[in-house]
């Protein structure tokens, strides 16, 4: 076959926005890699919906970049930000001329939700918390009919690299079989690692394996200590976690302890609140503390999607008491970018959750993700149709070629030793107890050891558990690194935040 214009591994929102702009803009040989069944990506669970600024006063992108800008604590790219939040809106409304529903008034007015972190209501959502879904459904359908190679169920093992220049991937399939697919770009949007641990609102498949591909060939990774916890999950064996949305505490349901007391600010930020739920986890020795809703009227009218999750746990929150934990929900850093995807490999693009561009700095403001994924997603397609053949020192490129005040520091990965490491759901204990929501230099060591090793085995379960065990290594190698408390990620050693460590963490193999 001969090679492809572009190859683009994973079919979420990022990947399938590029895929379609290329096929249907451009007529580029376009091919999907994806390693379940197309509809299969983080992107279908996603609830509340997409950030952007689609009405006129008193909302503006200004505000809008603002609020991002707050949320990233020190971190993001002001040029990044500038092109989500200025591109964002194009990008919706080429989504609902594909055919996206999203919810409207009697009026036929989109209607606007306003999420925390946001100064004013600017989240279009389908369905009521269904926006995933019908994103991806939009996505699935036009990529079925534009693109003529996808390849299902095909795991991407690792990019081929010649000549300093990423040239396709290895991929293999659950029979054994092994391929190449060779492209002129491949663009990594096989999204975030949410699942290195053991609470987690991540689907199964959120295993970090882009990320790992590219630090396996030497690519810059940045920013991967900053994982997002989303602070009520219900503690259920459900995978992924449901969650039990802010908005319930906004209604007034309350978080109590083991004991049954309060002991937070229901209100306060995301970030706050589960830190307060993870220190009193420790104190009290529990798995999960409670939320209190039993006082909310007409629940399952307000929250249906809840109340059906709800049900199928066998809870119903008039009367119970709801099991709580915080989940790892978002993965801030990833795959180093510039301000149009370029990584820093020739020929090897990125977008989506598995990016780092610097458009969420320490942390990502809400429903910012899925509008990253819409515009970065077709910039990479814009680049390479313009001929570009490299990274620009913009966006969070600049903390490898230099260029702007927040620069970056290499911190170099040594080799993993030859023990065998133990298997998924250890690990994943592991980090959630010492590399998750509240860290400190002993408890990273200890996340740290659990990481170090390696997997033998050569089916899916152990490439994703290998592709896991990497990204732990560089996330508690930057979390270790990173003596302060910012954004999304708490030390517990260190609680202040630091002028000094304004600074990215570029990890790259020795
Ligand atoms: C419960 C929940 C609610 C959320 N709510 C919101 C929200 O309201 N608003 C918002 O903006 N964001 C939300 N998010 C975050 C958002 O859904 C994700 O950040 C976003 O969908 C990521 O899109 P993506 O295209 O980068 O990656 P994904 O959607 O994760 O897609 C990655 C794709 O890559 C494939 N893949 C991975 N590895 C390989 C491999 N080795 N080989 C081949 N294919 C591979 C996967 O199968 C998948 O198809 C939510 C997330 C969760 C979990």
Redesign the pocket.
């Known amino acids: 076959m001969a090679d492809l214009d572009l190859l683009v591994?994973?079919?979420?929102?990022?990947?399938l926005s590029a895929a379609v702009r290329a096929a249907e803009l451009h007529g580029m040989a376009v091919g999907v890699?994806?390693?379940?069944e197309l509809q299969?990506?983080?992107?279908r669970?996603?609830?509340?919906?997409?950030a952007a600024v689609l009405g006129g006063d008193p909302d503006s992108t200004d505000l809008h970049l603002a609020d991002t800008l707050a949320a990233g604590a020190g971190l993001c790219d002001v040029d990044a930000v500038r092109v989500l939040v200025d591109e964002g809106p194009a990008r919706v409304h080429e989504l609902i001329a594909l055919g996206a529903a999203f919810d409207r008034d009697t009026e036929g007015q989109l209607l606007l939700a306003r999420e925390g972190g946001h100064s004013l209501p600017r989240i279009v959502h389908a369905g009521g918390a269904a926006?995933?879904v019908e994103i991806e459904r939009t996505l699935v359908e036009a990529v079925r009919a534009a693109v003529a190679v996808v390849h299902e169920e095909?795991?991407?093992l690792d990019l081929l690299v010649e000549s300093d220049r990423c040239r396709g991937v290895l991929?293999a399939n659950a029979a054994g079989e092994r391929m190449e697919v060779r492209a002129a770009n491949v663009l990594l949007?096989?999204?975030?690692f949410?699942q290195l641990f053991a609470v987690t609102?991540?689907p199964s498949?959120?295993?970090g394996?882009?990320v790992a591909m590219a630090i396996r060939a030497g690519v810059a990774v940045a920013d991967v200590e900053f994982q997002q916890f989303h602070p009520t999950a219900l503690h259920h064996p459900a995978m992924?976690r449901p969650?039990l949305s802010e908005a319930l505490r906004g209604h007034g349901a309350l978080l109590r302890d083991a004991k049954g007391e309060r002991f937070v600010d229901e209100l306060l930020s995301r970030d706050k609140v589960s830190r307060a739920i993870a220190a009193r986890m420790l104190e009290e020795d529990v798995e999960h503390l409670w939320l209190d809703a039993t006082g909310l009227e007409g629940f399952a009218d307000r929250f249906p999607t809840i109340t059906a999750d709800l049900h199928v746990a066998g809870l119903d929150p008039a009367v119970d008491w709801l099991p709580i934990a915080p989940a790892a929900?978002?993965s801030c850093g990833g795959v180093v970018a510039d301000l149009h995807g370029a990584s820093s490999l020739a020929g090897l693009w990125v977008?989506?959750?598995?990016a780092c561009n610097g458009v969420h700095g320490a942390n990502r403001l809400?429903?910012?993700?899925?509008?990253d994924?819409m515009v970065f997603g077709p910039r990479v397609v814009e680049a390479i149709e313009r001929g570009t053949t490299g990274p620009t020192a913009t966006g969070a490129m600049r903390s490898v070629l230099g260029g702007d005040d927040i620069g970056g520091r290499r911190l170099t990965l040594p080799p993993a030793s030859e023990r065998a490491v133990a298997d998924r759901d250890e690990l994943q204990r592991t980090m959630t107890m010492h590399g998750g929501v509240l860290r400190s230099a002993e408890s990273l060591q200890r996340a740290a050891t659990a990481c170090d090793g390696t997997v033998v085995g050569d089916d899916l379960p152990s490439w994703e558990l290998r592709n896991l065990v990497t990204v732990g290594r560089a996330l508690c190698a930057a979390a270790a690194a990173r003596e302060e408390s910012r954004g999304a990620h708490t030390r517990s050693d260190h609680p202040e935040l630091s002028a000094d460590l304004r600074t990215r963490f570029v990890v790259s193999p020795a």
């Open positions: 591994l994973g079919s979420g929102v990022a990947g890699l994806t390693k379940g299969q990506a983080t992107t669970w996603a609830q509340g919906g997409v926006t995933g095909w795991f991407a991929a949007a096989t999204g975030g949410g609102t991540n498949e959120a295993t394996d882009g992924p969650l929900h978002y977008a989506g959750e598995a809400a429903s910012n993700s899925l509008l994924g």
